[in-house]
């Protein structure tokens, strides 16, 4: 079993950054694909960025493409989300999502990821 615990959430007015941290309870995350999803009241989980157990490939919801950035190390056990210019409608409850995805599995897949941390809420005031 892994645990995800995700920090780094917060209140803050749009145009600003937030940096969101994700730590693993495991080593054998490593050789995990590590992903963040977000959901907004009343709407569904949605897809936001996700990196390969190697770093070597990501992907982005077009919505965050030039303004966010994951990154993860995996000598700490870690993945980090890098948001700027935060827009209102980033608001959300974001999650950190790990998984051993096939080689042939998008990472926006969210059914192929199979651990979820409990959430860290994200809100930027217009």
């Known amino acids: 079993q892994v645990q995800l615990v995700e920090s780094g959430g917060g209140l803050l007015q749009a145009g600003g950054s937030l940096r969101l941290s994700c730590a693993a309870s495991?080593?054998?995350?490593?050789?995990?694909?590590m992903g963040w999803f977000r959901q907004a009241p009343g709407k569904e989980r949605e897809f936001v960025a996700a990196?390969?157990?190697?770093?070597?490939?990501?992907d982005y919801a077009d919505s965050v493409k030039g303004r966010f950035t994951i990154s993860r190390d995996n000598a700490k056990n870690t993945v980090y989300l890098q948001m700027n210019n935060l827009k209102p409608e980033d608001t959300a409850v974001y999650y950190c999502?790990?998984?051993?995805?096939?080689?042939?599995?998008?990472?926006?897949?969210?059914?192929?990821?199979?651990?979820w941390g409990q959430g860290t809420q994200v809100t930027v005031s217009s």
């Open positions: 495991r080593q054998t995350v490593n050789s995990y694909a």
């Open positions: 999502t790990a998984g051993q995805l096939g080689p042939w599995v998008p990472l926006d897949h969210k059914e192929s990821y199979d651990y």
């Open positions: 990196i390969s157990w190697s770093g070597s490939n990501t």
